[in-house]
């Protein structure tokens, strides 16, 4: 193992690969058959299991498992990436981001607090803050598709099974399911309220 090691807390096992120039910074756990490739920095607090990690990819604080990253990504702070996901060269998996049994195309985004659960994203796809892939209906899981350039807007529930075509927009706060063509605009929001003085009596307000 030719990697450059920060700190003293770093298990490595004797089945992974790690090339030379990597930098593995304490405290930092990679097991099974992992291989972690030329440039790649593993920052404070990662754990890679039975995982691919690409090229010049910097992993922050974040759990890899039985994946697969591909070249120049960022991942984390605090990132849960699940058995079974394939994430595609120059993308950006987030802090709070969850992905499970999940595809994502080279350069999709997906930079903070969403879940994204048995999907296959085309390329460059934008998945906002607080985005979910609500894939189970309390019986069974479902999968969704998005299609390349598509872009699904902050707090939007992708309802499953789904099919959003390339170049789609889904505005912040809407609830989507069945099937979107591309470049459709999808918009679903409740009308807003607005009652003068109801906030009397509520709260602090007295």
């Given at each position: ?95 709070f981001v969850e992905l ?52 699904i807007g902050c707090n ?22 069945g099937s979107l063509p ?25």
């Amino acid at each position: 193992m030719g990697a450059e090691v920060f700190g003293r807390d770093i298990y490595v096992s004797r089945t992974s690969i790690v090339a030379c120039g990597v930098q593995l910074h304490s405290p930092c756990h990679i097991s099974g058959e992992s291989v972690i490739c030329a440039g790649a920095k593993l920052l404070s607090g990662c754990t890679v299991a039975d995982s691919y990690i690409g090229e010049n990819c910097v992993v922050e604080a974040s759990k890899v498992a039985s994946s697969r990253i591909g070249r120049g990504c960022t991942v984390g702070p605090y990132a849960d990436i699940r058995p079974g996901c394939t994430v595609g060269d120059d993308c950006r998996i987030g802090n709070f981001v969850e992905l499970k049994n999940a595809v994502l195309g080279a350069g999709c985004k997906a930079a903070h607090l969403a879940y994204i659960g048995d999907a296959r994203l085309g390329a460059r796809v934008n998945v906002g803050c607080g985005v979910v892939f609500a894939n189970y209906d309390g019986r069974q899981k479902a999968r969704t598709y998005v299609g390349d350039n598509a872009f699904i807007g902050c707090n939007s529930n992708i309802v499953a099974p789904a099919d959003i075509g390339c170049g789609a927009y889904i505005a912040a706060g809407t609830t989507l399911g069945g099937s979107l063509p591309g470049m459709a605009l999808a918009v679903s929001r409740a009308p807003l309220n607005i009652k003068p003085d109801g906030a009397a009596g509520r709260y602090l307000n007295e």
